[in-house]
């Protein structure tokens, strides 16, 4: 009860907190807030066609014909743009010397997150469900948002930590297996008010809590030790002349590492672990979804593998953020291995396009033959898919830099929008949905736009701030 447990100075700090939420800082800052409006858009358009099919169908028969996983993105992705906005709030130099802070911006977190969440409660009434049914069903798809929320304290003791950490993956993967299953939605929303009504107060409790929990990624590091002369004490023997003697063997990067540098400085992977990432992720994780949801809703194997392929596109046009993240950028430009600044440019569109051509062949490959084999499929029909995947894939990638074409200076909401676009586009386009006249036509609609792409963005691109003046 401290949210309300509160001095002059801690509601005059709740209040300046909340009001950014009204102002034009939180929409500029907040990258996220175009793709969170296209999600709204899709999710108020699957309800109103849900509430359109229930004058004729049953609840079960609607849920069947409409896609509620819009819905359940909504709920995520909200929590998401609360995460980016106290996190830009306090990542500041200066944040950890301003007293109350950290705590004004969790509290008010809390109180927009409960209002949404009752909101968005609320909208679900149009299908129409009781509303602790609908509150559970918000409550329960914000799960991983609780335990992304959560920041443990720097007192916690190991253990414990891993405790936590243990059981909240293990809801994670509880939730994610539930939302696999086609009738979940339907079982979430006509569960009596004696199950649910306290299953949102706990889960409700959670996600407050763990959102209270900001302030410990503030203050929660661990102090550095001090040095020898403020203590007074000598360094140990070992430390003064062992660490001389024996200083850390680094391994040298390979050049396929550098050039990976260039997309990903923190971890760039060696090329033996690439292909062999490459090699089992598609398959291994489709087979592990559709062993979940063979067994809880009592299908085949093959058939929930085939279901999944919708996913196992998604999994093609998962990378990393390479547009994005650029406040690497100004670092390796000064070294002087790359020349002027479009040159530099260049070679990260060289970068990616490298990886691309030696990574997404095999994981079409992945996808392609499990399914061409459980589904069954004719050998010219699953080369064709294979080869237009490959095709579409290479194109919408590309395409994340279509805004420097089209504009000069294109916002980082609009540049996370073309950079997440291809993960919904990638299965609305697909060969295993259309037919094969229309898959070949986007395919080389995405490759020409991907073409243009990286012929003409590189030059604009050199000349926009590197990283984005909010960073």
Request: proline share 7%; net charge positive; aromatic share 10%.
């Amino acid at each position: 009860m401290t949210l309300f447990r509160l001095s002059s100075l801690e509601w005059s700090d709740l209040r300046r907190a909340l009001g950014i939420y009204a102002t034009a800082t939180f929409l500029r800052g907040n990258y996220m807030i175009l793709m969170l409006a296209c999600w709204v858009i899709a999710a108020l358009s699957t309800l109103w066609d849900l509430h359109g099919l229930l004058r004729h169908e049953t609840l079960a028969e609607a849920l069947s014909h409409a896609n509620v996983f819009y819905v359940i993105l909504v709920v995520m992705v909200v929590q998401s743009v609360l995460q980016l906005h106290t996190n830009n709030q306090i990542s500041g130099s200066q944040a950890p010397s301003i007293p109350g802070l950290a705590l004004a911006e969790a509290r008010a977190a809390s109180i927009v997150a409960s209002v949404i969440i009752l909101g968005l409660a609320g909208v679900m009434r149009l299908l129409p469900v009781p509303f602790h049914d609908a509150l559970f069903f918000i409550l329960f798809n914000a799960i991983p948002s609780t335990v992304q929320w959560y920041a443990p304290p720097r007192e916690q003791s190991g253990k414990k930590r891993v405790a936590i950490l243990l059981f909240g993956v293990a809801l994670m993967v509880g939730q994610f297996a539930l939302v696999l299953v086609s009738d979940a939605t339907y079982w979430m929303l006509t569960r009596p008010a004696v199950l649910t009504i306290p299953a949102s107060i706990i889960l409700f409790m959670a996600l407050i809590g763990s959102i209270l929990s900001l302030p410990n990624r503030l203050y929660g590091s661990k102090p550095l030790a001090p040095a020898a002369h403020e203590t007074g004490q000598s360094l140990p023997a070992e430390t003064t002349h062992s660490s001389r003697a024996r200083p850390p063997t680094q391994r040298s990067l390979t050049p396929y590492q550098l050039r990976q540098m260039l997309l990903a400085p923190v971890t760039p992977v060696t090329f033996r672990t690439d292909i062999l990432v490459s090699l089992f992720l598609i398959p291994v994780t489709l087979s592990v979804f559709a062993m979940i949801e063979a067994f809880l809703a009592h299908r085949s194997f093959s058939s929930a593998w085939v279901k999944s392929v919708g996913t196992g596109c998604v999994m093609l046009v998962i990378g990393d953020k390479w547009l994005l993240d650029r406040q690497h950028w100004p670092l390796l430009l000064v070294t002087g291995r790359f020349g002027s600044r479009l040159e530099f440019v260049r070679a990260v569109f060289r970068a990616k396009l490298s990886r691309m051509l030696i990574i997404t062949p095999i994981r079409v490959l992945t996808l392609v033959v499990p399914y061409a084999v459980l589904k069954p499929l004719l050998p010219a029909t699953a080369i064709f898919e294979a080869l237009d995947l490959i095709v579409l894939v290479g194109g919408m990638t590309l395409c994340s830099a279509l805004p420097f074409v089209i504009m000069r200076a294109p916002p980082k909401s609009v540049v996370f929008a073309f950079n997440l676009a291809p993960l919904l586009l990638i299965q609305m386009c697909s060969p295993f949905l259309l037919s094969v006249r229309y898959a070949a036509y986007l395919a080389i609609t995405a490759l020409v736009l991907g073409l243009l792409s990286y012929c003409f963005a590189p030059y604009r691109l050199s000349r926009s701030d590197w990283p984005y003046e909010n960073e």
